[in-house]
């Protein structure tokens, strides 16, 4: 073990370097081709025995040629920025303070990635792979549509691990599961009026706003479990159609993030949505989503 620790602090450098380079290659979900091509160069200089990428984009590298097939993924696309001027530094600026790397993606996930290539390297150098054939992923999508990178791996045999480790931080602990997600849009339509006689028409806003009013108590109502602990509902953007700035909007859309516990599924979700509308007296509609980014 201490022979690990020593080759660890040894190749500590390299590591942080390669972090800080992931950071500073922007990587906004469906933009990964950067930084992809980043990893499988550090991939190949610390020693991997073959680097590839799909036919969707994620990059995989392999070394050993065992019985056993595991599997480690870091995600390695990120959201955006948000507010600028509300980041103390540079979130692509890869900055290192001797203790810590800061950036958009350094926590969430490309920390994941840089400590499973060095990883790789002190396997190979002490010797220890042994009857199994280790892969890793770095997955593109994820923040937009997490689950499919993985679903095509699958479903087009890419790769069939045996068992899948995922870098999600995690305070360094061990977790045998997470919760589901469900995202999809609520629709309110209205009637579109000049807004000095806004009496005239439907507003699609006030209609739900009053959904919106709901949703935040209905978080707090979601049941927990034991093990994946509670659900949670959010309302995350809020969108809109108005022929003018002076009239009443005639459509209103909410997107929203469903987290789902143990036990809870679509259609659960669906049904809470739906005793809203009839809760306030709005007619509304549930719109399941389509991926469809280029």
């Not at 791996?153 to 045998?176: F, Q, S, W």
């Not at 006030?206 to 093990?227: G, H, V």
């Not at 994946?228 to 009239?247: C, D, E, M, R, Y």
């Not at 949505?273 to 509609?285: L, N, Q, S, W």
Request: hydrophobic share 35%; proline share 3%; glycine share 8%.
């Amino acid at each position: 073990m201490n022979r690990i620790f020593d080759l660890a602090k040894k190749y500590e450098p390299e590591l942080v370097e390669f972090m800080r380079n992931l950071v500073k290659t922007k990587s906004l979900s469906g933009e990964e081709r950067d930084v992809v091509e980043l990893i499988g160069n550090e991939m190949e200089k610390v020693g991997f025995d073959k680097v590839f990428t799909d036919d969707l984009g994620n990059i995989i590298g392999m070394v050993g040629d065992g019985r056993t097939r595991i599997a480690m993924d870091a995600h390695i696309d990120t959201v955006d920025v948000g507010n600028p001027d509300l980041w103390e530094r540079d979130p692509f600026s890869g900055d290192y303070d001797g203790e810590w790397v800061y950036g958009r993606g350094a926590s969430d996930q490309k920390a994941g990635m840089a400590s499973m290539v060095y990883g790789v390297k002190v396997l190979k150098e002490m010797d220890l792979l042994d009857d199994f054939t280790l892969y890793v992923v770095g997955s593109i999508m994820e923040e937009d549509c997490d689950g499919l990178c993985w679903q095509f791996i699958i479903n087009e045999g890419v790769i069939k691990p045996d068992y899948v480790l995922i870098t999600e931080p995690t305070n360094l602990g061990i977790y045998r599961g997470h919760r589901g997600r469900i995202e999809f849009r609520i629709r309110t339509k209205g009637l579109s009026a000049h807004a000095s006689a806004p009496e005239r028409g439907e507003n699609a806003i006030y209609k739900m706003a009053k959904i919106i009013n709901e949703i935040e108590r209905l978080n707090e109502e979601l049941e927990s479990t034991s093990f994946l602990g509670k659900g949670t509902v959010a309302v995350t953007q809020i969108f809109f159609k108005s022929p003018s700035q002076n009239a009443v909007p005639d459509e209103c859309m909410i997107h929203i993030d469903r987290r789902l516990t143990e036990g809870e599924d679509k259609e659960k979700a669906f049904n809470e949505m739906r005793r809203i509308f009839e809760k306030v007296g709005v007619d509304a509609e549930i719109l399941e989503l389509e991926y469809d980014k280029p």
